[in-house]
């Protein structure tokens, strides 16, 4: 525990103006991050007599080892600095809200060629219109379901809709007429970005105009007995009146607003959003925060806002906000958000009529929502601290092991060997400190020799950050790096405790490998999957915990995940070793022209087969390049046929269906690489081994 008076500032330091401070701990990890209006007047309330302090102050000041500030130009600039800072330190006594990018999105892609229809998450992305958040996909899915009937726009994805492209036949959804298929030229793209466009404008609200075009049209059939055109543009008119069903009218005069509302006891807050639009609600997203700062329910809101608008610009933000309580100061926080907007935003408390009513609905759903939160959590807190404890009792550790971190190695009969890491803080998953190795020592399998390399490589890895930081060094100064002005260190925080997948060997070579490095404050165990035994470093006999203990259960999910890790980047590095192609060993070319070789000859088979003038049509490939490729093309040996194992019959050459379409992400990068590659996880947690195959998990146990 530091002393505040150990780092405070010496008088006449601290400008008299605005800007935004900085809280760092013994590890230089920014723990707090603030803003005021005179940083000399705010600091001063930090370096007070400790008796004075809110219990959660006093806490972060004596949990700090140092302090700085920078200096900014006007409030405005302070609240989006904060803002930024606490985006990228993620400090821990600063109010965090546990929902961020997970609510679902309508969104409709108008910066493709053929605009798209798809429920998205995440970051928004430039040129993509966003209509939400809703509380489910399921939900966007029926809206859109009702819609394509009047507004047939593309929902398909890239590959699916260059597939039909290439055959020249449309997908079912063409069929049935929920598609308008410009994949097939049944419209132009002109025609199918006004159909986009009309969705879009019907998402917004603008609902009468289209609702009596319709009815026009269906009038006119009638009088023409065009009947079963009639009877089609009835069908549309009901499914669009179902769509704009879903969401009642809750504000008379079309109003565009966004409605706050924030529950909070002495530890916790949840707050609740309503969406509004077009008199409507479309949506309806809520958060939930611990209170590790002393926090009034105006810089709740403000922390609300923050986190509500920090990313969006234009219409994203509305031109009205309702909220119970008012930020002090107003005027910082009402032109920051008409800055995001590029227009003036009206941020109030509703006084009277349907505003009000409506505020009280969204307040009473926040009540609920913290109700709901606490009976959750406190069966949560208490099993995750049980297992902690029960954890520290077992193996003998001075503290319960607030930060463990699990290795595992996993390969293919000694084939791509890797190995991954998970964290697991205070009893949760913290995916952003996941880190994978591939094992670089050896060649073959050794799981022994495979754990004591990624061991080795970690911790020294540790050693390093210590020494650049000076933190070990007697007498000597923390280094002030630029580019590590606090951010996370991948490497750079010793775990209490480590967990190998394994028993007394892996255990064995994971303590080797500490020795070695002369760490001796770090305890290690392995569990092995056989019987579920704990297994301690120099001890003949495993520690065997109930089959029902909550500590037990927590290393298990540990395991489990180091498991799953490990598995899923070992089947991508062998995915992209079996998708390797004889193009790879041409010196000088690249994924684009790779692309544009395929797309010109249809598979590597014609390729091979052509000669090389026909090579050089292909843009931007020259004659040089051209007999690289084929004397590449014509040293590798072509695949052997495919044969169907039930007829016995051969199929076509498996190189003349290549695929060379661009195919989307479809999860988010989860960790980078030992050495700071990034990298995509690819393959589901729990995707089968396919029959006959080998298990990559054999030989991990002992």
Known sequence: MADPSSYRPRPGEIPDSPGVYRF??????????????????????????????????????????????????????ALQLEYSWIKEYDPRFNVKYRDDKSYPYLAVTMNEEYPRVQVMRGHKKKGVRYFGPYGHAWAIRDTVDLLLRVFPVRTCSAGVFKNAARTGRPCLLGYIGKCSAPCVGRVTEEEHRELAEEFSDFMTGRTGTYIRRLEKQMTDAAEEMEYERAARLRDDIEALRKAMEKSAVVLADATDADLIAVAEDELEAAV???????????????????????????????????????????????????????????????????????????????QRGDKKSLMETVARNAQQSLILHKTKRASDLTTRSRALEEISEALGLDSAPLRIECYDISHLQGDDVVASMVVFEDGLSRKSEYRRFQIKG??????????????????????????????????????????????????????????????????????????????????????????????????????????????????????????????????????????????????????????????????????????????????????KTAEAIAVALAQAAPAAPAVNTATGEIMEDTEDTEDTEDTEDTEETEATEEDGTPGTTAGA???????GAPDERRGQDT
């Open 24 to 77: 760092r701990d013994e590890h230089r990890r920014v723990i707090y991050v603030g803003k005021a209006k005179s940083l000399r007047q705010r600091l001063a309330n930090y370096f007070q007599d400790l008796a004075g302090l809110h219990p959660r102050t006093r806490t972060m000041v004596t949990t700090a080892a140092s302090v700085e500030w920078t200096v900014v130009s006007t409030e405005v600039e």
């Open 272 to 350: 609740q959003i309503f969406h509004v639009r077009g008199g409507r609600v479309r949506g309806q997203r809520g958060w939930v925060t611990d209170k590790v700062e002393d926090v009034t329910t105006p810089a709740l809101v403000e922390h609300a806002l923050q986190q509500l608008y920090g990313e969006e610009t234009g219409d994203s933000v509305p031109k009205e906000v309702l909220v119970p309580a008012l930020p002090d100061p107003l005027e910082p926080v009402q032109q920051w958000l008409t800055d995001r907007r590029g227009a003036n935003v009206s941020l109030r408390i509703p």
């Open 442 to 623: 050896f060649e073959g399998q050794d799981d022994v020799r495979s754990m004591h390399e990624v061991i080795t490589r970690r911790f020294r890895r540790y050693l390093a950050e210590k020494e650049k930081t000076g933190e070990w060094a007697d007498g000597e100064e923390l280094s002030d790096l630029k580019d590590e002005e606090g951010r996370p260190k991948r490497f750079a925080y010793p775990p209490q405790l480590v967990v190998v997948d394994g028993g007394q060997p892996q255990v064995a070579a994971a303590q080797r490998a500490l020795d070695e490095l002369g760490i001796d404050d770090i305890a290690v165990c392995g569990l092995a999957k056989r019987l579920e035994e704990v297994w301690l470093p120099d001890e003949d006999d495993p520690v065997v915990l109930p089959r029902t203990s909550e500590g037990l259960y927590l290393l298990q999910r540990v395991r489990d995940e180091a498991h799953r890790f490990a598995i899923t980047y070992q089947r991508t590095k062998r995915a992209k070793r079996f998708r390797a192609s004889p193009l790879d060993d041409v010196p000088g070319l690249g994924e684009t022209r790779k692309q544009a070789l395929i797309k010109h000859f249809g598979s590597v088979k014609k390729l091979r087969s052509a000669t090389i003038d026909q090579i050089c049509e292909v843009p931007g490939i020259g004659r």
């Open 685 to 691: 947690p729990g995707e089968p081994v396919p029959a």
